[in-house]
């Protein structure tokens, strides 16, 4: 079941959930758990945020918006695993399921909501990694952690580092310099070992474009492994993970370095590696 309903007026001073239950139908439960998901947005005057409380109060004038969908909001967020806690900021292995900001539907399976909860302060997403990739991330918890973070992401100050299984033999280093939704975009990759057929290799970014890394590897006609949108007829995940991260520390602008386990990162099987 969905139900989209966009702008819904307010004429009289009223809570949000009486005012949702008479315009949905729904349940107050339901609506309830809906604005905790964050399905339930108010425009007030210029502002526009998700709205969360069940006892807000609603004025004359305000625009609400509701997007419920029973599977999204039925869903159990991937758990991701703290790395490193240093208060203004924190380090995440982000597991695959598990999106980089949520959408008009909800934001409980985003990682910056679930470590918002988990650790119970303010959380800001300061870069991404697709939904389908799984690896390291850095989350903000104050907006000048966060300022200096993103600040860091678009200067390429910072260092991020992938590893990948794409198909076909990649034989020599090669950067590659297509743009990515007519922006500039560059990926250094570099092969680490083959097998009959498929390689491990390393990607290095100095952009952080929407699926660059796949796009840009599909365009030299070497798809990831499990990455269907881009030309893999693999039926497994995609192969890849952010794997290195490095960044000046907000809090004292030494530089930080994290690294995920070599069991954790993407692998040939070892009979077929070379």
């Known amino acids: 079941m969905m139900i989209e309903l966009t702008d819904l007026v307010v004429s009289t001073k009223i809570y949000a959930t009486d005012f949702l239950a008479q315009e949905t139908g729904l349940s107050k439960s339901k609506i309830k758990t809906t604005m905790n998901r964050g399905a339930v947005w108010l425009k007030s005057g210029s502002r526009v945020k998700r709205l969360r409380r069940a006892k807000a109060k609603l004025v004359p004038g305000d625009l609400v918006s ?5 599977k999204v909001i039925a869903t159990v967020p991937a758990e991701p695993l703290l790395v490193d806690d240093q208060s203004v900021f924190s380090v995440w ?5 598990l999106m980089s900001g949520g959408s008009r539907f909800g934001d409980h399976c985003s990682i910056n909501r679930v470590v918002e ?6 959380t800001f997403l300061v870069h991404r990694l697709d939904l389908y990739v799984w690896g390291l991330m850095v989350l903000a918890h104050s907006k000048s952690a966060a300022a200096q973070l993103s600040q860091q992401f678009q200067a390429r ?9 794409v198909h076909g033999k990649l034989l020599e280093e090669q950067t590659i310099n297509t743009p990515v939704d007519n922006k500039i975009a560059s990926s250094m990759v570099k092969p680490i070992s083959l097998d009959a057929d498929t390689t491990l290799i390393e990607v290095r970014i100095e952009t952080g474009r929407k699926h660059q890394i796949r796009q840009h590897l599909a365009s030299i006609d070497h798809p990831v492994v499990g990455d269907r949108q881009y030309g893999s007829n693999d039926l497994k995940g995609i192969q890849l993970a952010a794997v290195e991260l490095g960044f000046e520390s907000p809090l004292n602008g030494q530089w930080q370095s994290y690294a995920l386990a070599d069991n954790k990162r993407p ?3 070892p009979q077929e590696a070379n």
């Open 267 to 269: 692998a040939l099987r």
């Open 66 to 70: 509701i997007y419920y969908s029973e």
């Open 157 to 165: 100050k910072t260092t991020k580092t992938y590893h990948g299984i």
């Open 117 to 122: 909860q988990r650790l119970d302060r303010p």
């Open 93 to 97: 292995e982000k597991p695959v399921g």
